[in-house]
């Protein structure tokens, strides 16, 4: 089971400690846990590429065609959050180190101010009651709208763990690589690939498929992914679903773990389902319809329940600790 080290308290107060040569201090929008988003971008205790030990989160990113090993840290309370960045390795330039703090910006919801969701939520004793347990969560972001579409399709019909096995693999085999730890692999270094070496890692003939055709797009520039976040849903929609492999799941997961549509929750996960069906004590997991259109009161954040409800689940599991 992982927990935050003793020295921090459950509002997520550490101690102070002195900042390492290669290091940023970044100052999240309070409230803010770093272990709860930490857990909202991993999922699940079987991700490799998204470390935590309870104290520090740890992964492997790419600046430059270089792979940095990143850990960050929280070192001031919920209510008063600050992270230390630090990387292993040489210095890093200015722009290398503003692409590097931007990115786990993004990843951890640290400018995301959700002030008004709260304030929401606050009218209805349920989202009440969940809204605290959980308060200092942000909505996490996977690093790259790649990444975002792998992920999609690799958890398609499948269970996360069996997800995460096979993104595990594909990261080992593929992604750049630091003092014995991966990135998660590029467009470029997953197009030059055949099927066969998909299939080897244990992703079915279709999705390998899927994944290839991607990564092409991407790479001959026949499809810019990074430039989906300038557009507005319709547009991006209209863009994603035609693609092979993406049906409307994978698409409002892109949505809301790669572009940050908040308002956008993937109504047709039977995980979100089977929660709020236990949560709401329902008799029956509710319709893909009926999520998209519950608590109105906090439509331009109900994708944030599919955070909240994960939390929730991996608290009944041991591994998050309110």
């Known amino acids: 089971m992982n927990h935050l080290l003793e020295r921090r308290d459950k509002s997520g107060e550490g101690v ?8 940023i201090r970044l100052k999240p929008i309070a409230p803010f846990r770093l272990d709860f988003c930490v857990w909202a971008l991993r999922r699940s205790p079987a991700n490799i590429m998204d470390q935590w030990d309870g104290a520090t989160y740890r992964r492997v990113l790419v600046v430059e065609d270089r792979p940095i090993a990143i850990a960050v840290v929280q070192t001031g309370a919920l209510n008063a959050p600050e992270l230390r960045l630090t990387w292993s390795g040489a210095e890093m330039s200015t722009r290398q180190r503003d692409e590097i703090s931007g990115t786990v910006k993004k990843m951890l919801g640290i400018d995301v101010d959700l002030t008004d969701f709260y304030r929401r939520a606050s009218t209805d004793k349920l989202l009440a009651e969940l809204t605290d347990r959980f308060a200092g969560l942000k909505p996490p972001r996977l690093p790259s709208l790649f990444e975002t579409f792998i992920n999609g399709i690799a958890c398609q019909q499948l269970s996360l763990n069996v997800c995460m096995l096979l993104l595990n693999r594909l990261c080992a085999q593929f992604g750049l690589s630091i003092d014995g730890k991966n990135a998660f692999p590029r467009p470029a ?9 998909l299939r080897e890692l244990g992703f079915s003939g279709r999705k390998a498929e899927y ?25 991006v929609m209209s863009s994603i679903l035609p693609l092979p492999g993406i049906g409307r799941w994978t698409a409002e997961y892109v949505m809301l773990r790669g572009l940050g549509r908040l308002h956008t929750i ?5 995980g979100i389902q089977n929660e709020l069906k236990v949560w709401l004590n329902l008799r029956e997991r509710p319709s893909s319809q009926a999520i998209r259109n519950m608590f109105p009161q906090i439509a ?7 955070f909240f409800l994960l939390l929730d689940h991996l608290r009944g599991e041991g591994f998050v600790r309110v």
């Open 16 to 23: 102070r400690t002195k900042p390492a040569q290669n290091s």
């Open 189 to 197: 270094e997953i197009a030059c690939l055949k099927p066969a070496n």
């Open 211 to 235: 994944i290839l055709n991607l990564a092409s797009l991407a790479v001959d520039g026949r499809m810019n992914l990074e430039a989906l976040a300038d557009r507005d849903d319709d547009s």
């Open 266 to 270: 993937p109504a047709d996960d039977v």
């Open 300 to 306: 331009p954040f109900r994708g944030l329940i599919y």
